[in-house]
């Protein structure tokens, strides 16, 4: 089983910037997809990005030109940059590691404890 411990998170202002990290332990992170998730208050989670082991990427349409997923298996970490960020982008974020490598139908296995960001106007 993979831990996952997040990173990165924080206050910040609208337009501004954050860079998420997660560091993983075990030997699974470099085999498999892995990718962010938020969670606002009052609604459910919700897939950012993910990205395979050879760079294949997914991003949800809200965060697509804003957010950049990235990850260095030779440091077991997972990247996720955010520009331009706006009130909806306050949520948990939340790391995860999937049940393959695939990117489409990523079904999460392993989560995080969540990074809460929160945009302030």
């Known amino acids: 089983q993979v831990q996952l411990v997040e990173s990165g998170g924080g206050l910040v202002q609208a337009g501004g910037s954050l860079r998420l990290s997660c560091a993983a332990s075990?030997?699974?992170?470099?085999?498999?997809?892995s990718g962010w998730y938020r969670q606002a208050p009052g609604k459910q989670r919700e897939m950012v990005a993910i990205i395979s082991r050879i760079g294949g990427k997914y991003y949800a349409d809200a965060v697509k030109g804003r957010f950049t997923i990235s990850r260095d298996d030779a440091k077991n970490t997972l990247y996720l940059q955010m520009n331009s960020l706006n009130l909806g982008d306050t949520a948990v974020y939340y790391c995860?590691?999937?049940?393959?490598?695939?990117?489409?139908?990523?079904?999460?296995?392993?989560w995080g404890q969540g990074t809460q960001v929160t945009v302030s106007s």
């Open positions: 075990g030997s699974t992170f470099t085999s498999k997809a």
């Open positions: 995860t590691v999937g049940t393959s490598d695939y990117v489409a139908n990523f079904r999460p296995a392993s």
